[in-house]
């Protein structure tokens, strides 16, 4: 069955560090993958989208990377702040003409001041 | 300021009972999508529209749950009869799918139900 799995469920890190983040999956063949963050009590929130035969895509202090062979995402935040702390959630989505967006279970980030 | 409004915000109601949540997607926007979540499940897909037309309602319990465009400024998810099993934060969120393109998803703010 298809999964999409995000390495932990929470992450802790210091002011000023690089969060690496990371979404695998299987029996899948995504046309394109996105980042979203949730805050509580709101609903997600857009942040990046990589599609298949990219490899890289930045956005200011955020980093997507999507490797087809490895089956795998990394986002990372630079120069991460407190007010990153946030849960962060990959989406898959098969096609172009039928992205049913699938979501992967959630990192929640905690950057400590 | 365009954004997806779901109606109610919060919905407590009885076991047994219709439970009727809506969804304005954003003007202009040709997908629209159904999410719930819980804690123990994340966000899971219930059903997705192109242009008001069903493309996948697989992820519906299809004996109680019914999803609807009558137009298409208003989406409709509807749980009858409810059970507290079914108590979860509902998602409604729209995006525009141009050909060969992809869609970034706005969210609603969620409708909380919780079925005692």
């Known amino acids: 069955s298809q999964k999409i799995e995000q390495n932990s469920e929470a992450l802790n890190i210091q002011e000023g560090k690089t969060a690496t983040l990371t979404c695998n999956y299987t029996?899948?063949?995504?046309?394109?993958l996105q980042w979203y963050r949730q805050d509580p009590g709101r609903g997600p929130v857009f942040l990046l989208l990589?599609?298949?035969?990219?490899k890289e895509k930045r956005k200011e202090r955020l980093k997507v990377t999507f490797d087809t062979t490895l089956k795998q995402s990394l986002f990372h935040i630079t120069a991460s702040q407190p007010a990153d702390s946030a849960t962060y959630l990959c989406?898959?989505?098969?096609?172009?003409?039928?992205?049913?967006?699938?979501f992967g279970a959630g990192t929640r980030l905690t950057v400590k001041p | 300021d365009a954004r997806v409004t779901q109606t109610p915000r919060h919905k407590v109601t009885e076991m047994g009972q219709e439970v009727t949540m809506r969804c304005q997607p954003i003007?202009?926007?040709?997908?629209v999508f159904w999410y719930r979540q819980t804690m123990m499940q994340g966000l899971e897909l219930l059903a997705y529209?192109?242009?008001?037309?069903?493309?996948?309602d697989s992820g519906m319990p299809k004996d109680r749950f019914s999803a609807e465009m009558p137009d298409a400024t208003l989406a409709t998810l509807k749980i009858q009869p409810s059970e507290p099993r079914d108590s979860a934060v509902y998602f409604c969120?729209?995006?525009?799918?141009?050909?060969?393109?992809?869609?970034?998803?706005?969210f609603g703010q969620g409708t909380r139900l919780t079925v005692v």
């Open positions: 969120a729209s995006g525009l799918a141009l050909t060969g393109g992809a869609t970034e998803a706005f």
């Open positions: 029996n899948y063949s995504p046309a394109y």
């Open positions: 990589i599609r298949e035969n990219e």
């Open positions: 989406a898959l989505s098969r096609s172009d003409n039928n992205n049913d967006m699938r």
């Open positions: 003007l202009g926007h040709n997908t």
């Open positions: 529209f192109r242009n008001r037309a069903p493309l996948d």
